[in-house]
């Protein structure tokens, strides 16, 4: 049975700092992109960050670019968004998921090429 699974997300003052974590299983996790993704209160989910089986390429979106950064430690089954200097329109519910295929090299970060998705964790960040 696939399972991802966010936790991290809490409450912070802008300029501040949190780290997501979220871990996989029923699945071989270290051949899977990861990403993170995030929908704010009456907006569309969008994409955050991704990285690829073996963490060779990462991407991330221009507002979060410089500010949060996208790791993963296979051993662990675990991939984490370090997220620095946050501001207000960086709340929102944060979504880890899978991609949907294995071993794909796969360059870009679009939320319909994932498969397997957790629950979200809140992060809420005040001005």
């Known amino acids: 049975q696939v399972q991802v699974k966010e936790s991290g997300g809490g409450s912070v003052q802008a300029g501040g700092s949190l780290r997501l974590a979220c871990t996989g299983s029923?699945?071989?996790?270290?051949?899977?992109?990861m990403g993170w993704f995030r929908q704010a209160p009456g907006k569309e989910r969008e994409d955050v960050a991704c990285?690829?089986?073996?963490?060779?390429?990462?991407t991330y979106r221009d507002s979060v670019l410089g500010r949060f950064t996208i790791s993963r430690d296979d051993a662990q089954n675990a991939v984490y968004l370090q997220m620095d200097r946050l501001k207000p329109e960086d709340t929102a519910m944060y979504y880890c998921?899978?991609?949907?295929?294995?071993?794909?090299?796969?360059?870009?970060?679009?939320?319909?090429?994932?498969?397997?998705w957790g629950q979200g964790t809140q992060v809420s960040v005040s001005s």
């Open positions: 029923g699945f071989d996790f270290g051949d899977y992109t």
């Open positions: 990285i690829r089986f073996k963490g060779a390429y990462k």
């Open positions: 998921a899978a991609f949907a295929r294995p071993l794909y090299y796969y360059n870009r970060c679009r939320q319909d090429d994932f498969g397997y």
